[in-house]
């Protein structure tokens, strides 16, 4: 198996902070909250308006960020992908 192989057979994590069409939150974090890989959905205040918390493998979790990305009323969405690393 080569490396794109190994790191796909682990489960992974991934934020995705997307903006959102105002006055849509509320049906959107309903829709999400339906959605494979999808751990968690909080609506929160700033530059965004909701975090996605995703969890799978790496094919599934970009899956799922496709399909997010055509849902109506996306304005923005910016991934971040969680390594692990080990801090000594």
Not at 30 to 56: A, P, S, W, Y
Not at 57 to 68: G, H, M
Request: hydrophobic share 40%; glycine share 6%.
């Amino acid at each position: 198996m080569g490396m794109a192989g190994a790191l796909a057979a682990f489960k992974k994590r991934a934020y995705l902070l997307i903006e959102v069409d105002p006055g849509n939150e509320a049906s959107l974090i309903r829709q999400l909250e339906k959605m494979e890989n999808i751990t968690n959905v909080d609506f929160v205040h700033g530059e965004h308006d909701m975090v996605c918390v995703l969890e799978g493998k790496y094919q599934d979790i970009d899956k799922t960020i496709v399909e997010i990305r055509k849902l109506p009323h996306i304005r923005k969405t910016t991934t971040l992908t969680a390594f692990d690393t080990h801090l000594e």
